[in-house]
Nanobody, 123 residues
Framework: VQLVESGGGLVQAGGSLRLSCVAPGRTGSNYAVGWFRQAPGTERDLVAAIDWSGTTTYYADSVQGPFTISKDNGKNTAYLQMNSLKPEDTAVYYC?????????????????WGQGTQVTVSS
């Protein structure tokens, strides 16, 4: 199952972007979703995660507050709303879906991934 991200781009510091993640080949909605990011020369890190129902969420300390993760099960789509963006948020952002319904912070529990979308924040 290939996930498809969209919504990345170039934005000035302080601006906003909303990333979308569609799972066209995935049936049902009972899966957790995570958003990860990877900047050049760094490891891929978890930014935010959400359980299948959208009621339980996790945020990395660096994005707590300005970023919001959500999930629309009717559309099989997850979102990452990013506000007050900073240059250090520049990275390729990936969405991933888990084999589990409960929220997880462990990359090994995500089995379907998207190709990534570039987010660049200029100062």
């Amino acid at each position: 199952v290939q996930l498809v991200e969209s919504g990345g781009g170039l934005v000035q510091a302080g601006g906003s972007l909303r990333l979308s993640c569609v799972a066209p080949g995935r049936t049902g909605s009972n899966y957790a979703v995570g958003w990860f990011r990877q900047a050049p020369g760094t490891e891929r890190d978890l930014v935010a995660a959400i359980d299948w129902s959208g009621t339980t969420t996790y945020y990395a300390d660096s994005v707590q507050g300005p970023f919001t993760i959500s999930k629309d099960n009717g559309k099989n789509t997850a979102y990452l709303q990013m506000n007050s963006l900073k240059p250090e948020d520049t990275a390729v952002y990936y969405c991933a879906s888990s084999w589990a319904a409960t929220m997880t912070i462990h990359q090994r529990e995500y089995n379907y991934w998207g190709q990534g979308t570039q987010v660049t924040v200029s100062s």
